[in-house]
């Protein structure tokens, strides 16, 4: 009988061990966005690998946004942002041929998770002037819906403004990385518009007015039945 070869303990390739070296570098250095990093030869020197390794570790960690590669300039510490969580999303939904449905009840639920479980902090921490900017988002929408415009970024920007009292930098950004997905697999898809912008706007209006009235389980629950109309436009497509 043939015996399959023995696998290695450490399965860690030697382009990982440098990419992590190189992180530790930047936390050990608390460098900056923006901050440039040590050049080729001193990483070289620094991690004790060849030219070619740094390089193909430094192209690993700019597709992840962790470094920046300016070509004639140098390599600076990146930005980090999820763009590489938007872009994996989007592959993994467009993927799943057969089910594509499937795949963005996925990400809905998840957002959906996150926006119902923030809302009722809102209800408590928002003012009147950020009430404000959320109703003059919503009657914007409710004059595209008359002027049969649709109003993809006003939705977006609804969402943004929403959870800004709670000063968290990372919740606008993974709300608008699974919109992003959201709408790049409708275009994908050939997708319509809302089929009935104005009960989108409606629900919109609803979540303003359970916060104005600081009733956190009513904003929940109308929170909880625009989501209900997301997932039912994504059943007719």
Do not use: C
């Not at 382009?15 to 070296?21: D, G, K, T, V, Y």
């Not at 690993?60 to 920046?68: H, K, N, R, T």
């Not at 969580?85 to 057969?98: C, K, P, Q, W």
């Not at 979540?207 to 600081?214: E, G, Q």
């Amino acid at each position: 009988m043939r015996r399959m070869p023995a696998q290695p303990r450490n399965t860690e390739t030697g382009n990982s061990r440098i990419r992590r070296a190189v992180v530790q570098l930047i936390l050990d250095r608390r460098l900056r966005p923006g901050a440039p990093l040590p050049t080729e030869a001193e990483l070289m020197e620094d991690l004790g690998v060849s030219r070619n390794s740094v390089r193909e570790a430094l192209k690993a960690l700019q597709a992840l946004d962790i470094v920046e590669i300016r070509h004639g300039y140098g390599t600076y510490v990146g930005e980090a942002s999820l763009t590489p969580l938007v872009d994996g999303l989007t592959f993994r939904t467009l993927a799943r041929h057969d089910d594509d449905t499937g795949a963005l009840a996925e990400i809905l639920q998840v957002r959906e998770v996150l926006e119902e479980g923030l809302i009722r902090r809102i209800a408590a921490s928002a003012d009147e002037a950020e009430l404000d900017a959320l109703e003059a988002v919503v009657s914007r929408m409710e004059k595209a819906v008359r002027a049969g415009r649709p109003f993809p970024e006003l939705d977006r920007q609804f969402h943004e403004l929403l959870y800004a009292p709670l000063g968290n930098a990372l919740v606008p950004q993974l709300l608008g990385a699974f919109w992003t997905v959201f709408r790049r697999v409708a275009a994908a898809r050939g997708w319509t518009d809302d089929p009935r912008p104005e009960v989108t706007v409606r629900r919109h209006r609803d979540i303003v007015t359970a916060l104005r009235a600081r009733d956190a389980a009513g904003a929940q629950r109308a929170m909880e039945h625009h989501f209900r109309g997301i997932e039912a436009r994504t059943l007719t497509r």
